[in-house]
């Protein structure tokens, strides 16, 4: 899908993913375009989905939650059916950050976020082995990020 991105929005988009909070008037400074016709660009940057939203950067240990785990899953069936439930389900536990629909030996991958080895082994037992049509789940914990990095190349 073409996005149809002139130079000034990758500059907008590069300057707001390094800085969400910019104010126009900065952020039309940095692109060197007047403040209203920045705004314009930004709103329609908005509208066609480019810019999904503004979010603050959390220190996940600061916040209780030191453990990453990275988990494939396969399911029994792949079918459609039982993998929009599978998707649903896993929407709903705040404990997955994120899952990838993935080719290969398993269908997904999954981050979880936990505060202890116990916490998560909760989160296995109570939650995740109970959703319907898993056939298997193999865990693997992060001794520690080496890069992080949300901002695109653009």
Not at 36 to 64: F, M, N
Not at 103 to 123: A, P, Q, W
């Amino acid at each position: 899908m073409e996005h149809n991105l002139d130079s000034i929005d990758k500059k907008i988009l590069d300057e707001l993913q390094k800085e969400g909070r910019l104010t126009n008037q900065e952020l039309s400074d940095r692109v060197s375009l007047s403040p209203s016709p920045c705004l314009r660009r930004v709103r329609a940057l908005e509208k066609r989905g480019i810019i999904t939203g503004y979010h603050a950067h959390i220190d996940q240990e600061k916040c209780g939650l030191p453990i990453n785990v990275f988990v494939l899953v396969k399911l029994e069936k792949p079918t459609e059916d039982n993998m929009v439930k599978f998707e649903s389900l896993i929407d709903q536990m705040d404990e997955v950050l994120e899952c990838f629909l993935m080719t290969g030996t398993h269908d997904y991958l999954l981050h979880v976020v936990s505060e202890s080895l116990k916490t998560y082994e909760r989160f296995i037992r109570r939650e995740l082995t109970r959703l319907p049509n898993i056939a298997a789940i193999e865990s693997s914990f992060a001794f520690g990020q080496v890069k992080k990095r949300s901002r695109l190349p653009i």
